[in-house]
């Protein structure tokens, strides 16, 4: 990770197309309505264009750090969580609309696969301290140093959170043995 | 994939991880990358609003208006060093621009963005009791003002714009 040229405006769309699908699954994670999702993730683009932070492509190019763009999505998830009043707003009208406030995650889920439905509901009931290690490490495709720089943990706590988390997934999607 | 675990993981644990991994997150939507892109696009070239941005663009017509008409002109738009000027959104088409960025061939003020911030304020009186089914809400109006500044760091100058809003909030009561 570095902070040199940023890369040209142009090459960020195509960046984005590679990316977008993992940063807005963290970007849901860290919020609680596909809106604020959304907003999470603009603003925190914003602010990964505006650090300059970039890395080095494997052809040589520049291209946004992904390690960063994680980070900024989530310190501008906590920003927009601390404008409660525009919240309770959002969710008293939610409620309003006797709207579900579970968002889907995962295509396959959308595509009405029962084990891959499983398997989002597990992920969504465990706590927010281990999913968002889950959804860092399998779909962000970060190495624990890099988890940890981003949600400012040691780098032992975020491999124990995910080992954790596996385990109580593994708990959760093993029917119990009858005796 | 070498494992980042001192002790390798056992095959229950790595089945669970390949299930996950065969998963994929649903893509944002084709209007939301489309915007991200003009957004970077936007914020690459000049960080103020359009409208300064294209009062700053353009060479000011020295030559029709002459010059002891021009330096008045120029005067009176002055942006003075460390000066503070407060500018709402309608002013802003109007010109703020020094005598030296007037000049023709002269590079325009590059703003720099400062950190919104934003002022909510109950408006006195306002709680109201909504008796709605299944449950009872009060109601509540918000003032809210987003206060905008860019900074010029040459001089220090400031360009402010303030919009006031107003929010309708709905929250959950209790008759107790």
């Known amino acids: 990770m570095s902070a040199n040229t940023p890369p040209p405006a142009s090459s960020w769309k195509q960046w984005f197309t590679t990316h977008g699908q993992r940063l807005l699954l963290f970007a849901r994670q860290q919020t609680r309505t596909e809106q ?7 603003e925190a ?3 990964l264009w505006k650090s300059g932070m970039i890395d080095t492509a494997e052809d040589g190019a520049n291209e946004p750090c992904l390690a ?3 980070t900024q999505i989530r310190r501008s998830a906590i920003d927009q969580a601390r404008k409660n009043i525009r919240r309770a707003n959002r969710e008293t009208r939610a409620m309003e609309m006797d709207e579900p406030g579970h968002i889907v995650w995962f295509q396959d889920s959308l595509e009405q696969d029962e084990r891959s439905q499983q398997i989002e509901k597990a992920i969504q009931t465990l706590p927010d301290y281990y999913k968002e290690v889950i959804i860092l490490k ?16 040691p780098m032992n706590t975020a491999a124990s959170r995910y080992r954790y988390a596996l385990e109580r997934l ?7 043995k009858l005796s | 994939m070498k494992s980042e675990f001192p002790e390798p993981m056992d095959a229950g644990l790595l089945q669970i991880e390949r299930e996950l991994r065969s998963l994929s997150p649903i893509a944002p939507e084709r209007a939301l990358s489309e915007m991200l892109a003009r957004q970077v696009a936007s914020e690459s070239e000049v960080p103020v609003p359009a409208r300064v941005n294209r009062v700053v663009a353009g060479p000011f017509p020295w030559r029709r208006v002459g010059v002891p008409t021009a330096a008045a002109a120029a005067a009176a738009a002055f942006v003075l060093p460390s000066a503070e000027r407060s500018v709402d959104k309608g002013s802003v088409a109007g010109g703020i621009r020094s005598a030296e960025e007037a000049r023709p061939g002269h590079a325009p003020i ?5 950190p919104p911030r934003s002022e909510y304020r109950l408006v006195d009186g306002s709680g109201v009791l909504l008796i709605n089914e299944p449950a009872p809400m009060m109601e509540y109006q918000l003032e809210q003002t987003e206060h905008h500044e860019w900074r010029n760091p040459r001089d220090n100058s400031l360009i402010r714009m303030s919009i006031p809003r107003q929010q309708r909030v709905l929250l959950p009561a209790s008759y107790r």
């Open chain 1, 36 to 42: 604020d999702a959304e907003d999470v993730l603009q």
């Open chain 1, 45 to 47: 683009m914003v602010r």
């Open chain 1, 68 to 70: 960063g763009a994680f």
């Open chain 1, 138 to 153: 399998i779909w962000g495709d970060l190495t624990f140093e890099q988890i940890a720089e981003t949600l400012d943990i």
């Open chain 1, 170 to 176: 593994r708990r959760t999607l093993t029917p119990a």
């Open chain 2, 110 to 114: 590059s703003w720099v963005p400062m």
